[in-house]
T-cell receptor, first 111, second 115 residues
Framework: QKEVEQDPGPLSVPEGAIVSLNCTYS??????FMWYRQYSRKGPELLMY????GNKEDGRFTAQVDKSSKYISLFIRDSQPSDSATYLC???????????FGTGTSLTVIP | KAGVTQTPRYLIKTRGQQVTLSCSPI?????VSWYQQTPGQGLQFLFE???????NKGNFPGRFSGRQFSNSRSEMNVSTLELGDSALYLC??????????????FGPGTRLTVL
């Protein structure tokens, strides 16, 4: 079993829709959770960073962590065509320094 | 603050050759990690260097090696290239101390094509 599981999609939504992206993980020691956005032919860029459980909001983006279910989500409100990209989740334990990534979900927002 | 830079951006090699990729981390970052990204496998961890020492290693054959210099710049070498080595190679830098202040920042990648 992989440390981090992420549905690869692809996901296609109309402009203005609410998008939900998810990852599950198996290591209960993971404490730090990240979402990266990767445009085609570019490196991933950090989008959201959360520590432990709870929600974090930044503009149209909300990151949610449920440690009891080992489940993290990224919500995108009022999705825009410019949100079309691959979204990768990543996590790190509080006892180590290695980062573990999901395989990424490809999102297309149709105008 | 300058971001992570990688050179070259594109590379075409033939089977059996070797290749060296370079990564310059963000100033002040001491950790450099290397990843291989392919459409089928996603982002796969190769190895991480911290203060010139390999600290973590993924499940890749010995043909993949790396090193880090005293200024934190890192190089990755792949010997005896195979067709399956064609991928986007990404470098990421971080402070390297773990904890809530440590996050990885990626470079633009080097796209390697093996013919």
């Amino acid at each position: 079993q992989k440390e981090v599981e992420q549905d690869p999609g692809p996901l296609s939504v109309p402009e203005g829709a609410i998008v939900s992206l998810n990852c599950t993980y198996s290591n209960s020691a993971f404490q730090y959770f990240m979402w990266y956005r990767q445009y085609s032919r570019k490196g991933p860029e950090l989008l959201m960073y959360t520590y432990s459980s709870g929600n974090k909001e930044d503009g149209r983006f909300t990151a949610q962590v449920d440690k009891s279910s080992k489940y993290i989500s990224l919500f995108i409100r009022d999705s825009q065509p410019s949100d079309s990209a691959t979204y990768l989740c990543a996590m790190q334990s509080n006892t180590g320094n290695q980062f573990y990534f999901g395989t990424g979900t490809s999102l297309t927002v149709i105008p | 603050k300058a971001g992570v830079t990688q050179t070259p951006r594109y590379l075409i090699k033939t089977r059996g050759q070797q290749v060296t990729l370079s990564c310059s981390p963000i100033s002040g970052h001491r950790s450099v990690s290397w990843y291989q990204q392919t459409p089928g496998q996603g982002l796969q961890f190769l190895f991480e260097y911290f203060s010139e020492t390999q600290r973590n290693k993924g499940n890749f054959p010995g043909r993949f090696s790396g090193r880090q210099f005293s200024n934190s710049r890192s190089e990755m070498n792949v010997s005896t290239l195979e067709l399956g080595d064609s991928a986007l190679y990404l470098c990421a830098s971080s402070l390297g101390y773990g904890g809530s202040t440590d996050t990885q920042y990626f470079g633009p990648g080097t796209r390697l094509t093996v013919l």
